[in-house]
């Protein structure tokens, strides 16, 4: 059973950069062809695929966002993980970690497993 656990600051201030990173448990982030990604929900809002890292370790980011976002992993401690820069209060979310396999990657409902999400909130 594949496990994902987000990690991170629970506050941020504006203009600073938002780091947050998803440990996975029983199962690799390098097995063929999984990509894991990041997704956030505003307040009040839907799901929001931000960007994902494949097996491969290419990355994938959405358009609005991909000016602001990088995603990297670490694949001695089964991580990867998130930066948004030069965040808003706009940027206040759950943000989840999940894992989805081909290319439909940035569809929040092809994603099988997830992370229980953590709450960040952007403010002085």
């Known amino acids: 059973q594949v496990q994902l656990q987000e990690s991170g600051p629970g506050l941020v201030k504006p203009s600073q950069t938002l780091s947050l990173t998803c440990t996975v448990s029983g199962g690799s982030i390098t097995t063929n062809y999984y990509y894991w990604s990041w997704i956030r929900q505003p307040p009040g809002k839907g799901l929001e695929w931000m960007g994902a890292?494949?097996?491969?370790?290419?990355?994938y980011y959405s358009p609005s966002l991909k000016s602001r976002t990088s995603i990297s992993r670490d694949t001695s401690k089964n991580q990867f993980t998130l930066q948004l820069s030069s965040v808003t209060p706009e940027d206040t979310a759950v943000y989840y970690c999940?894992?989805?396999?081909?290319?439909?990657?940035?569809?929040?409902?092809?994603?099988?497993?997830w992370g229980q999400g953590t709450q960040v909130t952007v403010s002085s």
């Open positions: 999940a894992r989805t396999m081909g290319g439909s990657y940035y569809y929040t409902g092809s994603h099988d497993f």
């Open positions: 890292i494949a097996y491969s370790g290419s990355t």
